[in-house]
Nanobody, 115 residues
């Protein structure tokens, strides 16, 4: 059974940095893409960044130039490096892996940007 577990969230001051990690356990085949999403209080979940097996990445306009998505270890680990954090980045961050037939979500990790 596939499980995704996020880590690395926490409280950080504006302008600070955090690195989120998403570790996948179990075997995942035919990955179409991996992604980070976030959901702020009272708002809908939104996508933040995608990474495809060939290394291509896409970023939401609100995080371009500040966040970097990457993967390692034959794609069982995914990272989100977040720099120059802003209060509006405060949210629960989720990782997601999509295959040809399934989508897997992690349980989320809280990121709070506040002075």
């Amino acid at each position: 059974q596939v499980q995704l577990v996020e880590s690395g969230g926490g409280l950080v001051q504006p302008g600070g940095s955090l690195r989120l990690a998403c570790l996948a356990s179990g075997s995942i085949f035919n990955i179409y893409n991996m992604a980070w999403y976030r959901q702020a209080p009272g708002k809908q979940r939104e996508w933040v960044a995608f990474i495809f097996p060939d290394g291509t990445t896409n970023y939401h306009d609100s995080v371009k130039g500040r966040f970097t998505i990457s993967s390692a270890n034959a794609k069982n680990t995914m990272y989100l490096q977040m720099n120059s954090l802003k209060p509006e980045d405060t949210a629960v961050y989720y990782c997601k892996t999509t295959t040809a037939t399934e989508s897997y979500w992690g349980q989320g990790t809280q990121v709070t940007v506040s002075s």
